[in-house]
């Protein structure tokens, strides 16, 4: 799993350097032709990480509710992000990397509730869910690369 995680953690500290480079004003832009703005890419990547890896191992979630409410599946911007929550979600961005790091060579991830995502990925264990994990942090980098060339 260490590749998995080394790959987690460079995509995420690409990430980060959106938060640190570009305005509040930027982050929450919605360019013509996309549902959403780089800040809601950005949270939802932590929100879907939370729920495939804790949730789907049937522990409790390491963000707020309110948080999963607001950026889970099928949900679009909510609202202008302020900059203390932009600050928030910086800070999650890493130091969940090494909550889940720590939890996994702890061993704390004991079983995993089987699952089919509706694009057909099966998802059976703890390792699927961070491998699969990385494949959608993945997908949502190239909607931010091609949302940041238009705020």
Known sequence: MEAEFNIWETNRK?????????STEQLNKIPVGFNNNL????????????????????????IP???IDRYKPGT????YVEKDEIENIKELLISLIDQTKSDYHNKVFKSYQKRELKSGFKIHSIED?????????????GYIMSIKKLV
């Open 14 to 22: 690409h990430l980060k350097t959106f938060l640190d480079t570009y």
């Open 39 to 62: 800040i809601w890419n950005i949270a939802h990547i932590i929100v879907v990480q939370q729920s495939l890896v804790y949730l789907g191992s049937g522990l409790k979630a390491n």
């Open 65 to 67: 509710d309110s948080m």
């Open 129 to 141: 869910a961070i491998t699969f994990n990385n494949y959608h942090e993945g997908m949502h980098f």
């Open 76 to 79: 679009f911007v909510n609202g």
